[in-house]
């Protein structure tokens, strides 16, 4: 990855994955660890896509965070 041309949520939601993936013992970042962090971020993009789509951003987030534990 070219880290220069990463945006500051990019990289935010990067490391909240990967803290993620280390506070369940997995030794490596997996899509729902990112989608959970995509999706936790305040004032991120897919958070308000998610929510102009008209679904339940709360509910996406309790069932990913789910998928995340493993």
Known sequence: MNAPKMTAKT???L??????????GNSYIEE????YALLE??????GGLITK???S???LIAE??????G
Do not use: V, Y
């Not at 490391?15 to 369940?24: K, Q, T, Y």
């Not at 729902?32 to 989608?35: F, R, V």
């Not at 971020?41 to 897919?46: D, H, K, P």
């Open 32 to 35: 729902a660890h990112i989608l």
């Open 11 to 13: 990289i935010e939601a």
């Open 64 to 69: 990913t965070e789910h998928i995340a534990d």
């Open 41 to 46: 971020q305040e004032s991120g993009l897919i």
């Open 53 to 55: 789509m008209g679904k």
């Open 57 to 59: 951003l709360p509910n």
């Open 15 to 24: 490391e909240n994955a990967r803290g993620l993936a280390l506070n369940n």
